[in-house]
Structures are given as structure tokens and as C-alpha cells.
């Protein structure tokens, strides 16, 4: 899963200084391989573009990069990537190339999903170019974006595709910024305030809607604008403070106007396939090009007690520690790797499993405590001992639960009839 990140304050300073926060903590776990940033400059009628292989987190002169592309008060976008393997090397393809965004001749896009196309015959036209999925979709909606609306443009062209995507697009005839969500990858805005001098009725600062920042992961989202409010004040003297954050509306088109995301259209996601193709671009090998596959109707995860039971001999003792550690069923650790690698945990590959293990798991064993744990435990065995039920049921709660707060997992528990005083009394879970 990739990142987009889309930031409008109103100022040079600030849009950098929130790109620029965004950009390291979208990067510290795995998207690693490449980020871009975009920017129009309206007063001159120019667009510029930073694209590398390297991630934020690993460029040390990350600031300097982004101070040339973002030049103006206009809004600026941002992609950071985690690659999926290239259907007919079955390898990742990174390169400053395959970062996003994606310039054509009519608009610019970055995405975030893994999307395929749903007849042969339209993929056998790309079959001597080495194109990732996002590139293929950019090159579909050239083609349908004649003589029509742009939103019109998009829902014709995703007619052509099955799997999941987020938008941000930058439109260039009309200058405007389109951003899209389907079903699965979400997107979350909050808005930024500045607080004034002046006091309200009740005593309280008043407050000036500033801007917006929109991000792929909501817990992301939650401390990259902590920390780019506490170098606003720091560096600028900025008093910066967030509304809620909130969940986009999902298979929607929103055009971004003022400060505002405006409902244009609607954009159906269909993630499930039965018919027949000839690539599966990011979980298998077919190197044998030519060779007629059936798609796989839905992920394989793991889906009864006893299938645990004979799972639970395959991993390796450091793994098997770790999700004791974190207090993961192997459901959990199977979605996890689902996540992640877009294959299940008996699927991945030596260097996925690596990473597993030696950067991800120790990242989230850190964000665990004894008490999230306990109440996390009891809220899935209120729920009927199925976590990813509560996770279908909560949009808003993030994945996996330890990235969520201690209160909100305590709202939760509330919400599946976990009564407060039962809290302290849960021993040896």
C-alpha cells in the first residue's frame, strides 16, 4: 500500500513544513521505495515535480529536495510508494521512473491500490512495455478523457479495471484538483485552524480555517500534523490547532475548491473478479506470458480455530514469539501480511518475511502496552472472538489495534458491551 498526502495552508512555509512531516513519518515503516511531490504555481501558470526512487526517511537533505517543487501558497500533493511486483518479472520495479505522480498530457495522478485490467485484450496493447498498474490506468484515462467531462472521463476509464485505488489528480485545462476514493484504500482529511488574538463570547481564542491536509493512514495523519503543528509554533510563532479528523466517503469524486472537498460523482470500486486474464500483476509469477489464468475470487485468510491449529507449526519461533508479544491471533497476522504484501503470510516470500519480522512487528510491539492489550482482547472475545469483524464494522478504528490511542480502544470495548470495571480484573490474557 502506498501513501498520498494532499496539504493546502495558504502559505509557502507551511505547506512545506507539513509535506515535510508527512514525507518521514509516511516512510518510516515500509513505503520505501520512492516518493514524488507536485505542485501548480498558479500566478505562473507552471507545474513543478519531485520524483526519486529514495524514500523521505532515508534523504537527508529531505527539506532542501521539497523547497525547490513547492514555491507558491498553492496546494501541493504528495505520493510516497510501496511497490508491488511487476506481473511479468514478478520482481519490484523501483525506480525514480515508476514514482509517483504521473505526468500526461491532460492531467497529473498519483495512486494508491493495485488495479487490473479486466480483458485480454486490452492489456495484450501494453504487453511489450514494461508498465506498473498505475501507469496502464494513466494511459486508459488519456484515452477516454476526449470530448467529455474529466469526472465523466474517470468512471469510463475505471470501467476497464477491477482492484482498489485512491485518487489525487490535478486537472490541467479547468486547474483543479480531483480527489477520489474507492472502497477499500481510504483517505482522511482534517482541517487546520489558526488560533487568533482576539477571544470569543465564552473567553476562548478565536479561530481561522487555514487549510486542509488529507492522508492514506489515518494514524499517519494523526501525528504527522502534531508534530508539523509543533514546529509551526517552534519555527513560525504559527498557534496551529486541528478539527477532527474524518473519513472521506467512499466510491466518491471530490473536486477540492477553496478549502472545500465538493461530492461531484460517484465511482464504483469492484475488487472481486471471476472471469479470466492473463496477469496477476502483483501476486504471482507469470513469466510464461500468454498463459490464461483464473483470478482468485478473494484473499485466502485463515477462517476457523482449527485451521489456526494447523498453521500454528509453520512459523519459525521468532514469529511465533512476536505475535504472542503483540497479542495476534494468526487471523490477524495472516490480514497483516494481507496489508502489507497483498498475499497471505504462507504466500510471502523470504524478504517479505524479513521485513516482517525485523521492521514491522518491532515498530507495533512498541505501540503495545499490558492495558491495550488486556481491553483489546476482551472487546474481540465481546464481539465472538473475530477481530477483522470489528475492523469491517469500525472504518474509523485504525489497523492493527495498537496504533490506535488507549482511549478510543477503550471506546470501542464500551461499544461491544465491555463494561469499565472489568478492565482491571482481566489476568492472563
Same mark, same amino acid.
Given at each position: ?116 485490467? =479486466?480483458? +485480454? ?7 511489450? !512495455? @514494461? ?8 494511459? $486508459? &484515462? ?95 510563532? =504559527?498557534? +496551529? ?7 472521506? !466517503? @467512499? ?8 478549502? $472545500? &472537498? ?107 502496552? @499490558? ?9 474481540? &472475545? ?48
Amino acid at each position: 500500500m502506498c501513501q498520498l498526502t494532499f496539504v493546502d495552508l495558504g502559505t509557502i512555509n507551511l505547506n512545506r513544513l507539513a509535506i515535510s512531516s508527512m514525507g518521514v513519518l509516511n516512510s518510516r515503516v515500509l513505503h520505501m521505495d520512492g516518493v514524488g511531490v507536485f505542485q501548480f504555481h498558479k500566478k505562473i501558470d507552471e507545474t513543478s515535480i519531485f520524483k526519486t526512487h529514495l524514500a523521505p526517511v532515508n534523504i537527508t537533505n529531505w527539506g532542501n529536495c521539497i523547497q525547490g517543487v513547492i514555491s507558491s501558497r498553492d496546494p501541493v500533493f504528495m505520493h510516497v510508494r510501496n511497490a508491488t511486483n511487476n506481473g511479468n518479472t514478478n520482481k519490484k520495479i523501483v525506480t525514480t521512473e515508476k514514482s509517483h505522480p504521473f505526468q500526461a498530457k491532460k492531467f497529473v495522478l498519483a495512486h494508491n491500490g493495485t488495479l487490473d485490467m =479486466r480483458e +485480454l485484450s486490452d492489456e495484450e496493447a501494453y504487453k511489450d !512495455e @514494461e508498465l506498473i498498474d498505475s501507469e496502464l490506468f494513466v494511459r $486508459e &484515462l488519456s484515452k477516454a478523457y476526449k470530448g467529455i467531462e474529466f469526472k465523466v472521463a474517470l468512471v469510463k476509464a475505471m470501467k476497464k479495471f477491477y482492484g482498489k485505488f485512491a485518487f489525487i489528480i490535478f486537472e490541467k485545462k479547468s486547474k483543479e484538483y480531483y480527489i477520489v476514493r474507492g472502497k477499500e484504500k481510504l483517505l482522511h482529511k482534517v482541517n487546520i485552524y489558526e488560533e487568533l488574538k482576539e477571544k470569543d463570547e465564552d473567553g476562548e481564542p478565536k479561530r481561522k480555517h487555514i487549510g486542509v491536509i488529507i492522508n492514506t493512514e489515518k494514524g499517519d495523519l494523526a501525528l504527522g500534523i502534531q508534530t508539523f503543528m509543533q514546529n509551526a509554533r517552534w519555527i513560525y510563532n =504559527r498557534r +496551529l490547532v486541528s478539527g477532527d479528523i474524518e473519513l472521506l !466517503e @467512499e466510491e466518491t469524486i471530490f473536486k477540492y475548491d477553496k478549502k $472545500e &472537498l465538493i461530492n461531484v460523482g460517484k465511482i464504483e470500486e469492484e475488487s472481486k473478479w471471476t472471469g479470466t486474464n492473463t496477469v496477476n500483476k502483483h501476486n504471482h509469477d507469470h513469466s510464461n506470458q500468454g498463459t490464461v489464468v483464473e483470478r482468485p475470487v478473494q484473499r485466502t485468510l485463515l477462517k476457523s480455530k482449527e485451521a489456526e491449529k494447523d498453521f500454528s507449526f509453520l512459523l519459525g519461533e521468532e514469529l511465533e514469539i512476536y505475535t504472542a508479544e503483540i497479542g495476534f491471533t494468526y487471523r490477524e497476522l495472516d490480514q497483516l501480511c494481507y496489508e502489507l504484501f497483498e498475499k497471505t503470510l504462507l504466500e510471502t516470500q523470504e524478504t517479505e518475511l524479513d521485513i516482517l519480522i525485523h521492521q514491522v512487528l518491532p515498530i507495533l510491539a512498541d505501540q503495545v502496552s @499490558e492495558t491495550k492489550l488486556k481491553i483489546w482482547r476482551l472487546t474481540t &472475545l465481546a464481539s465472538g472472538d473475530w477481530p477483522d469483524k470489528i475492523y469491517q464494522e469500525n472504518p474509523e478504528f485504525d489497523y492493527p489495534y495498537m496504533l490506535n490511542p488507549i482511549q478510543v480502544i477503550k471506546e470501542l470495548a464500551k461499544k461491544y458491551g465491555v463494561e469499565e470495571k472489568e478492565w482491571p480484573s482481566i489476568v492472563g490474557i
